[in-house]
């Protein structure tokens, strides 16, 4: 099984940070993206055991996150403080470039076509977790989406 979970809003609670980009207009991504707000995240109740149950059955992690690539340390640093297992992760944490103006889902799927895929045996097991309905709706095409926070309670009964 290769497992592909986003990483705001489906292993990190963001909710302390949302109301930097609740008006579009106005929305301040650096500073909600910014290392010191990411790294005062908790971890979504119930993420921390339906993650690890996931990761001693998956082949292979990718965190694919929106995040900018200039949070990777952060983000690396947040994950592994906060109990999540990236020992099948080995590198394969992918955050958005700084520069690339794609939104979630297109920049989600071209990281799966481009990369997960053609590095995974085609008949693999994909499962991915996320927590925006329009990325599942893509990845349901690639194997079986599953939204978060609400699949940690059917996993771990949080």
Request: no cysteine.
């Amino acid at each position: 099984m290769i497992l592909v979970l986003d990483i705001d809003g489906t292993l990190a609670d963001l909710s302390h940070r949302e109301f930097l980009v609740a008006d579009k207009a106005t929305a301040d991504w650096d500073t909600f993206f910014s290392d010191e707000l990411i790294y005062q995240d908790r971890p979504i109740r119930g993420a921390q055991e339906g993650y690890q149950a996931l990761h001693d059955l998956a082949d292979k992690i990718y965190l694919l996150s929106g995040r900018p690539e200039r949070s990777f340390r952060k983000t690396e640093e947040w994950l592994i403080e906060n109990g999540f297992d990236l020992t099948k992760v080995l590198g394969n944490i992918i955050l958005r470039p700084d520069d690339l103006r794609l939104t979630s889902r297109e920049f989600k799927e071209a990281v799966l076509e481009s990369i997960i895929l053609p590095e995974n045996d085609p008949d693999e097991l994909y499962v991915f977790i996320d927590d925006e309905p329009k990325n599942l709706e893509m990845f349901s095409q690639y194997g079986l989406a599953l939204e978060a926070p609400e699949i940690w309670e059917h996993i771990v009964g949080a």
